[in-house]
Nanobody, 125 residues
Framework: QVQLVESGGGLVQAGGSLRLSCAAS????????MGWFRQAPGKEREFVAG????????HYADSVKGRFTISRNDTKNTLSLQMNSLEPEDTAVYYC??????????????????WGQGTQVTVSS
């Protein structure tokens, strides 16, 4: 299992940007497909973005396409999520997660075996 720790959340005004980071330890990140999920109060956890092992493939939820960018640095064992043009609807706790398999747009939270503790993102209107 890989251990994951998110950072970079905070409070930002609508239209602003934040960059989330996820640091991995325990195993080499390059072995895993990675993903970002989020959970808003009273809502189920939802997929945000995913990236294959070695970074050859990425996919995004329709709600964030064109605004968010997922990337990975396997040398540093880190995963990032650049979030631009943030909207109040993006307010949630954001989680990074690792999966032994990459399923692209069919990815579900149940496919991911390791999770971070989450970082809060709040977008004010």
């Amino acid at each position: 299992q890989v251990q994951l720790v998110e950072s970079g959340g905070g409070l930002v005004q609508a239209g602003g940007s934040l960059r989330l980071s996820c640091a991995a330890s325990g195993r080499t990140l390059s072995l895993y497909a990675m993903g970002w999920f989020r959970q808003a109060p009273g809502k189920e956890r939802e997929f945000v973005a995913g990236i294959s092992a070695l970074g050859w493939g990425t996919h995004y939820a329709d709600s964030v396409k064109g605004r968010f960018t997922i990337s990975r640095n396997d040398t540093k064992n880190t995963l990032s999520l650049q979030m631009n043009s943030l909207e109040p609807e993006d307010t949630a706790v954001y989680y990074c997660a690792a999966s032994p398999r990459y399923k692209g747009s069919d990815s579900k939270s149940s496919d991911f075996t390791s999770w971070g503790q989450g970082t809060q993102v709040t977008v004010s209107s």
